[in-house]
């Protein structure tokens, strides 16, 4: 096993810690990676877009105008597609745009760009991450002190205050162990675990 440093809110080292190499040591498999972005973003689609054919359009009954003499090509109903209002061909209809994709193949993605942000030195690992109060400044003030650009936090459990400090930072995130994802993983920049989130990840990817 590796040792990562443990660091403080005010960026200062307070202690070390072993790392799992099957975690955050293992090859790096991108098509994984991608395959499971793609996953994701699929899964998010509302998939509400919607057209109407020529049966659900208004209008219609009787021929637009008659069949000879107009000069025109003949036409028979004004719900038809060749006409301004008419109903819409082949057009989008609502669907569920949603698939999964095996258990092996998301952890081995996950495993991948825990790796990768290990590889690059953008993971660092704090002992805690609690604020007294909600505040923007608090929290914008321990981001300066990691010199994060871009950061994912990731907490265990719920922590409100956290959560409500860190919303008017730009490019900033925290998300419980519990949600820790790829994309999220490889939108950020860097990556910072709490060590309680480490055992869990830990706990649950190493199993």
Do not use: W
Not at 54 to 74: D, I, L, M
Not at 135 to 155: D, N, R
Not at 179 to 186: A, K, Q, R, W
């Amino acid at each position: 096993m590796a040792r990562a440093d443990v660091l403080n809110v005010q960026g200062e080292k307070v202690g070390d810690v072993e790392i799992r190499d099957e975690i955050f040591m293992c090859e790096v498999k991108p098509h994984l990676i991608h395959d499971v972005i793609r996953m994701q973003q699929a899964n998010h689609r509302r998939g509400t877009s919607s057209t109407k054919t020529r049966k659900e359009v208004s209008g219609g009954g009787r021929k637009p105008f008659r069949q000879k003499g107009t000069g025109r090509a003949r036409q028979g109903s004004s719900r038809s597609p060749l006409q301004v209002g008419g109903g819409t061909v082949f057009g989008p209809h609502p669907r569920d745009y949603s698939y999964t994709l095996p258990k092996k193949v998301r952890k081995s993605a996950l495993k991948s760009a825990l790796t990768v942000r290990n590889s690059e030195s953008n993971l660092k690992i704090i002992d805690k991450l609690a604020l007294d109060r909600i505040s923007t400044k608090a929290f914008y003030g321990v981001v300066k002190a990691l010199k994060l650009t871009k950061p994912l936090f990731v907490v265990d459990g719920r922590n409100e205050i956290v959560e409500k400090s860190v919303r008017n930072i730009p490019y900033t995130k925290v998300l419980k162990v519990e949600g820790l994802n790829v994309y999220d993983i490889i939108r950020h920049e860097q990556l910072i675990l709490t060590m309680d989130a480490l055992k869990k990840i830990e706990e649950v990817l190493g199993s």
